[in-house]
């Protein structure tokens, strides 16, 4: 089968693989769709040592399963896999489970290729109507769904402010998301001026360049970090309002920026947010298939033949798009 190899650092090489068999409850799914995630970049650029080279990255697919009972269903995958016997699984937690493993690390290859094993309980029935490439935006859009939806809870008030730091694509999904959710306001802090634009279109969503703009301290009810620098930590900790939360979505390195002691002595809710559960999984899969998240014109489409150059446009900062999904087929 063809497959896009990561085999180095800034190194992607399109490559003759066995088609993997299945093993235990996995199934095999020829893979239609895949979107490259910023942690495909992490690892790209070798600094992920979860995933080293050789290795087939993806894990943000959607394809037709190729065996089984299900065969020649049209799925989804929550690429998610973990024991259904562990505690917090059966909680319904699994996104917290010490046994959770994800596609794309070993030893489990990634959908970066005609084909990719997964677990049948991983797999959810693509709604009618929808594209494979919407559905591959399933993980993505879950993953702001989930950070979103926790951030609410926490605040407990309706119609909120909220700002989104990053317009990549857990950013831009999170700021649908939260318009989808009933937020006042909507803004969105990106420096790149071309991910901005794509934004424009989208009604209720205004974006700024915080380089450039300051909206204020206390400016907002809820933010959402989707970048997790110490110059993002920073102005989240000043712009969230007395009370408000910050929900820490952005997985860059480092530690540095929060201010501990605004964040004490305003009361600030500061919370992680990984993942997403099963539920929230289902449900960003129906918002695709119903059209709540708007055009999706933030989303760009390739082919998988093309998936190196991809990966170095993105490198390059070449793309205006948020997102780039690979077509295998």
Known sequence: MRALVYTGPNQMELADLPVPVPTNDDVLVAVHAVGICGSDMHAYHGHDDRRPAPL?????????????????????????????????????RPHLSPTRAIISMP??????????????RNLLPIPEGLSMRDAALAEPVAVSWHAVRIGLERLGQAAPRVLVQGAGAIGVAAALVARHMGAASIHVAEPHFGRRATLAPEAGIATFDPTTHDPGADAFDLVIDAVGAAATRADASRLVRPGGVIVHVGLLPGQDGYDIRRITLQEICVTGS????????????????????????????????????????????????????????
């Open 56 to 92: 087939v990255l993806g894990h943000e697919a959607a394809g037709i399963v190729a065996d089984g009972p299900r065969k020649g269903q049209a799925v989804a995958i929550n690429p998610l896999v973990v024991d259904p016997d562990c505690p917090a699984a059966k909680a319904g």
């Open 107 to 120: 030893p489990r290859p990634g959908a970066f290729a005609e084909y990719v094993t997964i677990p049948e």
């Open 274 to 329: 990984y993942c997403y559960t099963p539920h929230d999984f289902a449900d960003a899969l129906a918002a695709l298939a119903a059209g709540a998240l708007g055009g999706l014109g933030w989303v760009e489409s390739r082919m998988l033949d093309d998936g190196a150059q991809a990966f170095a446009d993105l490198d390059a900062g070449r793309v205006d798009a948020a997102k780039i999904v690979l077509h295998v087929v």
